[in-house]
């Protein structure tokens, strides 16, 4: 039997373990990211989708994940973050199952976002589990190795799918999730256990609504204006999707347990980490999308032969995570962070160089860059949003991570196709996408112009989030929360602390907030408590 804890959970025999299971999860996910993109030419043909609408296959799932990823958070501190976790692999796998038996392009979208619903219980979920089980001195290590898993898991996928592709059927893109995902769910039944109280919270159903009808009018309409003109349509649902999220933004400041708890921005720490990396993603997701368009497009690969230029990248950068997560622990996640988005910027001026003759080294040393860059952001920013957040909202904290990333990432996705429709055929920058079409040398220089300004934008992007990140190192002699952190009385507002010595964090039960200066692994000075 194994030990059990104050709250009548049993304890982990050993962290390690629980820790493999989480990287289980992530490199799931990680695998149908790159996975789905390689299958897009397959999904169009096989199912006679239009060429634009097979976009939504990806945005689809993205959306979803966006929406709910506070509100499965939320669900994870009301209900167990492990109960919520684990009931993610299930309707992932469940989802899985039913997009490897879509019948046309509604079916499948449809069943992307029920497989997106799962991706976000769980990733919303996994920094919270992580953090329940690791002390703040420890986690910047843990979140080393789920940037390990990313790493991993995006070369599984690209290397995995580009076999099942070529050689199998689109179909097992989706198969293949069903045995890894019940052996992960298994592992995970057997392995982690709860580990913290639960508490009462509701639903922000109004809240939900809105920010899902407003992103996906913006994302619906800038979808559309990459393959016609403006016209009043178009503006029409980019305008309402704006009004929509401004109501969603005013209307969260009025709700007693909001959807996105924008009091914890007033936490220095814990804004800048989270537009960091809300820029982050806005900057570099697109990126994959933009070198397989000038890869398969102007170089005349294969979608498979295109995606395994950048391997290199994902694995090299993956020994990056663990090393960056220790400095983290040790010291500040401020340096590996803000180095890392420094080192993605260079990269997207190394692709902000790619002509038509350029050798396809110059592709695999940029993504070596932009992947030792990442692996050192994620697990520093995840340890600092983790470290600045009170135990008892660990859950919201990790979902208000995972929305922020997403909604950067939603609109990277879609910026990257607008701005690739400028300098071509809107109808080719689509088929170019989904590995239909090539492009003659005339037009191909035009395109790649036009990618020029998309990563150039990119970096610039890249460098705001950087000096974001870099202000974190400000706040070091700001307090991090005050007032109950139990989540049985009070609003969550209320556990912000806007002025006050330092350490004066304490929760309404007389137990020791978050007050991470008392981490023996984080030594004080500069960026220390981030």
């Known amino acids: 039997m194994l030990p059990r804890n104050s709250t009548g959970s049993r304890d982990l025999a050993h962290p390690d373990l629980a820790l493999a299971v989480v990287v289980t999860g992530v490199v799931i996910a990680a695998v149908d990211a790159t996975i789905v993109v390689l299958a897009l030419p397959e999904i169009q043909r ?34 167990g973050r492990v ?199 806005m900057a570099n997701f697109s990126v994959l999308f933009l070198l397989i368009m000038y890869l398969q497009g102007v170089k005349h690969l294969s979608p498979l032969h295109a995606s395994l230029l950048l391997v290199p990248g994902y694995v090299i950068g993956s020994f990056m995570g663990p090393l960056a997560g220790k400095t983290a622990d040790r010291r500040s996640p401020v340096l590996p962070a803000t180095l890392g988005l420094a080192a993605e910027a260079v990269a997207l001026v190394i692709y902000a160089s790619l002509g038509v003759g350029s050798s396809l080294w110059i592709v695999i040393a940029a993504s070596i860059i932009n992947g030792l860059g990442g692996a050192a952001f994620f697990p520093a920013n995840n340890s600092a949003v983790m470290k600045a957040s009170p135990p008892a909202m660990f859950g919201i904290s990790s979902g208000m991570l995972r929305t922020f990333s997403n909604v950067g990432m939603v609109f990277s996705f879609t910026i990257s196709i607008v701005i690739a429709a400028l300098s071509i055929p809107r109808r080719a920058a689509f088929a170019i996408f989904v590995g239909t079409t090539h492009l003659k040398k005339q037009v191909a220089a035009l395109f790649t112009t036009g990618l020029h300004s998309a990563f150039y934008a990119s970096a610039g992007l890249m ?26 009385g009070g609003s969550d507002s209320d556990m912000v602390a806007g002025s006050g010595a330092r350490g004066s964090a304490r929760s309404a039960i007389g137990e020791p907030g978050p007050d991470i200066d008392n981490a023996p692994a984080v030594p004080a000075g500069p960026g220390a408590g981030i």
Request: charged share 15%; glycine share 10%; net charge positive.
């Open 463 to 488: 460098l705001l989030a950087a000096l974001l990140s870099a202000t974190r190192v400000l706040s070091r002699d700001r307090p991090a929360f005050g007032g109950p952190q139990t989540g049985t």
């Open 83 to 281: 109960r919520m976790y684990e009931a993610g692999f299930l309707v992932f796998i469940v989802g899985s199952f039913l997009c490897a038996l879509a019948f046309n392009e509604a079916s499948l979208i449809a069943f992307r976002v029920l497989q997106g619903a799962g991706g976000a219980l769980i990733s919303a979920n996994s920094g919270a589990v992580i953090a329940d089980i690791f002390p703040p001195e420890k986690r910047g290590r843990a979140y080393g190795f789920t940037a390990v898993g990313w790493s991993v898991g995006a070369v599984l996928g690209i290397v995995i799918g580009g076999v099942i592709v070529t050689y199998i059927d689109w179909r097992w893109i989706f198969w293949i999730n069903v045995p890894i995902g019940l052996v992960a769910l298994v592992a995970a039944t057997r392995i982690l256990r709860e580990k913290v109280e639960q508490t009462h919270k509701s639903i922000d159903w109004a809240g939900m609504i809105l920010l899902g009808t407003g992103l996906f009018g913006v994302l619906w309409g800038m979808t559309e204006l990459a393959r016609e003109p403006f016209n009043a349509t178009i503006g029409t649902f980019i305008g309402a999707g704006v009004v929509i999220l401004a109501a969603f933004a005013v209307a969260e400041t009025k709700v007693r347990d909001p959807m996105i708890h924008f009091s914890l921005l007033r936490v220095p720490t814990m804004s800048a980490s989270l537009f960091a990396s809300l820029v982050q993603a």
């Open 46 to 79: 096989a199912l006679k989708v239009d060429v634009a609408s097979v976009i939504w296959v990806i945005i689809g799932y993205l959306l979803v994940m966006t929406v709910l990823s506070m509100q499965v958070g939320r669900l994870g501190d009301m209900f």
